[in-house]
């Protein structure tokens, strides 16, 4: 009986020691972590944030700083709310805080992490990054299809005038134009030319921007989460989302191997063409990564998810802001009209004169960047920020919607005030911490030019051709009522909604 004890003892000594460092390492790994509300069990703050989450949180940063830990289900989750931790993090900590999650939506959206904005850290990032830069969205690239963003956004305002007898909705208008002009760049035709409605178009991408933004609580209940996932049915929507733009992606990497040469029209390869000779190079070639179809069909998606959506709402915005602004909006349309006289249009190679509209964007996306809490990053090593420690494998989520509004960064943050940026070099590229709407570091978003260029265009010109004026506000929703004069016709004056 006396062997049999030691026995029992000598197996349950080294389990002891066991739970006993796991019991003196979780101490030590919590004894320096950031501030945080009070959590729940099993759902951590889930049940705090809402269904507008960068506002409570930043609520919350009031009282517990800018550096916050919050508790996402079973997934710590730190938050950055000021300029100070945001550079300390993007700049100082960008090499070991610049992975990704492994995300159902985005796994699923993405090929199996094939693309560039959610595939984690490593190699084959790098030279997807690569390729972004130098390749697919490089500042020649982007001047290369000035032709297509002209035509479609002279398409844009033959639309809106065309449709002047009854109410506009801007909000199509703006993601029919930026939905062309992708089409253009990705596919060498607009998503009419290739057969696919509009209307639907539109439909698949909000969906698809929706179901990369739900909660999936596989995400935060590992092993159980799925089964959730299941019931509500947004498994079976993401799978639908899915099929449907492998389709379409599939049917145009078709055409395009099919058509074998660009078409005669088209003045420059498309993105598509670009990628599919980088696969043939790779096939041709041992060694390296593979590139293959999903790969491209994960970049597609990548630049449409990201591309249509987040230009057309930061246009829709702008619009918002400077119909609610008569002052701003008055300034804006002599600075461009007084520059483009008696012509029927801006064209692209006047935007670099119009200073004000260029503040007019920058304003735009301090107070509504595309994104409020940028994609998150998830932490490869050990590091402190603002003396707090953060650990390997802790989610962070950087708050630009609060940066935006910080007071002790902005005067008056709430105010439209374009005139804020004179003389000032604050710009949205990533390399000032006070105006993050396209993220920063390693992850900041690549494709920025080719958006911006559109934005600014669209602009111009709808400034430019018409006169806008509010009437009245119907606040029940983000519905405008808006007076448009077209400047070569002052004597129409037609109703317009704007959403």
């Given at each position: 009986?006396?062997?049999?004890?030691?026995?029992?003892?000598?197996?349950?000594?080294?389990?002891?020691?066991?739970?006993?460092?796991?019991?003196?390492?979780?101490?030590?790994h919590?004894?320096?972590h950031?501030?945080?509300?009070?959590?729940?069990?099993?759902?951590?703050?889930?049940?705090?944030?809402?269904?507008?989450?960068?506002?409570?949180?930043?609520?919350y940063?009031?009282?517990?700083g800018?550096?916050?830990?919050?508790?996402?289900g079973?997934?710590?989750?730190v938050?950055i709310?000021?300029?100070?931790?945001?550079?300390?993090?993007?700049?100082?900590?960008?090499?070991?805080?610049?992975?990704?999650?492994?995300?159902?939506?985005?796994?699923?959206?993405?090929?199996?992490?094939?693309?560039?904005?959610?595939t984690?850290?490593?190699d084959?990032?790098?030279d997807?990054?690569k390729?972004?830069?130098?390749e697919?969205?490089s500042i020649?690239?982007?001047?290369?299809?000035?032709?297509?963003?002209?035509?479609?956004?002279?398409?844009?305002?033959?639309?809106?005038?065309?449709?002047?007898?009854?109410p506009?909705?801007?909000?199509?208008?703006?993601?029919?134009?930026?939905?062309?002009?992708?089409?253009?760049?990705?596919?060498?035709?607009?998503?009419?030319?290739?057969?696919?409605?509009?209307?639907?178009?539109?439909?698949?991408?909000?969906?698809?921007?929706?179901?990369?933004?739900?909660?999936?609580?596989?995400?935060?209940?590992?092993?159980?989460?799925?089964?959730?996932?299941?019931?509500?049915?947004?498994?079976?929507?993401?799978?639908?989302?899915?099929?449907?733009?492998?389709?379409?992606?599939?049917?145009?990497?078709?055409?395009?191997?099919?058509?074998?040469?660009?078409d005669?029209?088209?003045?420059?390869?498309d993105?598509?063409?670009?990628?599919?000779?980088?696969?043939?190079?790779?096939?041709?070639?041992?060694?390296?990564?593979?590139?293959?179809?999903?790969?491209?069909?994960?970049?597609?998606?990548?630049?449409?998810l990201?591309?249509?959506?987040?230009?057309?709402?930061?246009?829709?915005?702008a619009?918002?802001?400077?119909?609610?602004?008569?002052?701003v909006i008055e300034?804006?349309?002599?600075e461009?009209?007084?520059?483009?006289?008696?012509?029927?249009?801006?064209?692209?190679?006047?935007?670099?004169?119009?200073?004000?509209?260029?503040?007019?964007?920058?304003?735009?996306?301090?107070?509504?960047p595309p994104?409020?809490?940028?994609?998150?990053?998830?932490?490869m090593?050990?590091?402190?920020?603002?003396?707090?420690?953060?650990h390997?494998?802790?989610?962070?989520?950087?708050?630009?919607?609060a940066?935006?509004?910080?007071?002790?960064?902005?005067?008056?943050?709430?105010?439209?005030?374009?005139?804020?940026?004179?003389?000032?070099?604050?710009?949205?590229?990533?390399?000032?911490?006070?105006?993050?709407?396209?993220?920063?570091?390693?992850?900041?978003?690549?494709?920025?030019?080719?958006?911006?260029?559109?934005?600014?265009?669209?602009?111009?010109?709808?400034?430019?051709?018409?006169?806008?004026?509010?009437?009245y506000?119907?606040?029940?929703?983000?519905?405008?009522?808006?007076?448009?004069?077209?400047?070569?016709?002052?004597?129409?004056?037609?109703?317009?909604?704007?959403?």
């Amino acid at each position: 009986m006396a062997s049999l004890w030691l026995l029992s003892l000598l197996l349950l000594f080294p389990l002891c020691l066991f739970f006993l460092k796991k019991k003196l390492q979780v101490k030590t790994h919590t004894k320096n972590h950031p501030p945080g509300p009070p959590c729940l069990p099993i759902i951590g703050n889930l049940h705090q944030l809402g269904v507008l989450p960068h506002q409570p949180l930043w609520q919350y940063s009031k009282k517990y700083g800018p550096v916050m830990l919050v508790k996402l289900g079973r997934v710590p989750t730190v938050i950055i709310s000021s300029s100070e931790a945001a550079k300390e993090l993007l700049k100082t900590h960008d090499l070991s805080s610049c992975s990704r999650p492994l995300l159902t939506g985005a796994g699923k959206l993405s090929y199996n992490y094939l693309d560039i904005a959610f595939t984690p850290y490593g190699d084959y990032w790098r030279d997807m990054r690569k390729l972004c830069v130098l390749e697919l969205f490089s500042i020649k690239r982007v001047q290369s299809f000035k032709f297509a963003r002209e035509e479609e956004v002279s398409l844009l305002i033959d639309s809106v005038l065309k449709s002047s007898s009854s109410p506009v909705d801007l909000s199509e208008k703006a993601m029919t134009l930026t939905a062309n002009i992708i089409c253009r760049v990705a596919f060498g035709k607009s998503f009419q030319e290739r057969g696919f409605g509009h209307e639907r178009f539109q439909e698949v991408i909000r969906e698809a921007v929706a179901l990369l933004g739900s909660f999936y609580a596989a995400d935060y209940f590992p092993y159980v989460g799925w089964i959730v996932d299941r019931i509500t049915g947004l498994h079976a929507r993401l799978e639908r989302s899915f099929q449907e733009f492998d389709t379409f992606y599939q049917k145009v990497i078709d055409d395009h191997i099919q058509k074998g040469t660009r078409d005669e029209t088209q003045q420059e390869e498309d993105i598509i063409d670009v990628l599919l000779e980088l696969e043939k190079s790779h096939r041709e070639r041992s060694g390296g990564f593979q590139f293959s179809k999903d790969n491209i069909k994960a970049i597609l998606m990548n630049i449409f998810l990201a591309g249509v959506h987040s230009t057309a709402t930061t246009l829709v915005w702008a619009m918002s802001e400077l119909i609610r602004n008569p002052r701003v909006i008055e300034k804006a349309q002599t600075e461009i009209r007084n520059c483009i006289g008696d012509k029927r249009k801006v064209c692209e190679s006047k935007i670099e004169k119009f200073e004000y509209l260029k503040l007019i964007l920058k304003e735009t996306l301090r107070l509504h960047p595309p994104g409020p809490l940028v994609v998150p990053r998830e932490t490869m090593t050990q590091f402190s920020i603002n003396g707090y420690d953060v650990h390997p494998k802790t989610r962070i989520q950087v708050n630009v919607w609060a940066i935006g509004r910080d007071p002790t960064k902005w005067r008056n943050p709430e105010e439209f005030y374009p005139e804020r940026f004179i003389d000032s070099s604050v710009d949205y590229r990533g390399m000032h911490y006070e105006l993050l709407p396209f993220g920063g570091g390693r992850r900041g978003c690549p494709g920025i030019s080719m958006g911006i260029a559109i934005v600014e265009l669209a602009l111009a010109n709808l400034l430019f051709c018409f006169n806008w004026r509010l009437p009245y506000l119907w606040k029940n929703g983000n519905i405008f009522t808006i007076f448009v004069n077209y400047k070569a016709d002052i004597n129409r004056n037609d109703a317009f909604y704007v959403i």
